[in-house]
C-alpha cells in the first residue's frame, strides 16, 4: 500500500504562484505514471496533467504554458508548479500515481483558492 500526502494549497490573487507537493511513502522509483486533477466547486474532477514512466508529459489545454509537473525522487515528492493562476483555476487538486508491485493511490486532496 501506498499513500500519497499532499500540501502546498492555499489562497492567492489571480496572477500569483502555488506549488503544490505530493509525497510517497514509497520510493518513487517504482513509479509507473502520475496524474494531476482538479475538482472545481460544483463539476466534475478534471485532468490537469500526466507523467508516463519514461518522463513524457501532457497537459490540459487550460493549463497549459503555465503550469509544470517534476519529481525529485530524492526527496520521493511530485510537483506542481502553478503559475499566473485564474480564478478559474480553483479547485480541490489531487495527485494520482500508480507503482510497479503496489497499485494506484490518490493523495486526499488540497484546496487552491484564487481571488480576483
Known amino acids: 500500500q501506498v499513500q500519497l500526502v499532499e500540501s502546498g494549497g492555499g489562497l492567492v490573487q489571480a496572477g500569483g504562484s502555488l506549488t503544490l507537493s505530493c509525497v510517497a511513502s514509497?520510493?518513487?522509483?517504482?513509479?509507473?505514471?502520475m496524474a494531476w486533477y482538479r475538482q472545481p466547486p460544483g463539476k466534475q474532477r478534471e485532468l490537469v496533467a500526466a507523467?508516463?514512466?519514461?518522463?513524457?508529459?501532457s497537459y490540459a489545454d487550460a493549463v497549459k504554458g503555465r503550469f509544470t509537473v517534476s519529481r525529485d525522487s530524492a526527496r520521493n515528492t511530485l510537483y506542481l508548479q502553478m503559475n499566473s493562476l485564474k480564478p478559474e483555476d480553483t479547485a480541490v487538486y489531487y495527485c494520482?500515481?500508480?507503482?510497479?508491485?503496489?497499485?494506484?493511490?490518490w493523495g486526499q486532496g488540497t484546496q487552491v483558492t484564487v481571488s480576483s
Open positions: 494520482n500515481a500508480g507503482f510497479m508491485r503496489i497499485g494506484v493511490a
Open positions: 514509497t520510493s518513487i522509483s517504482s513509479l509507473n505514471g
Open positions: 507523467m508516463n514512466k519514461v518522463g513524457e508529459i
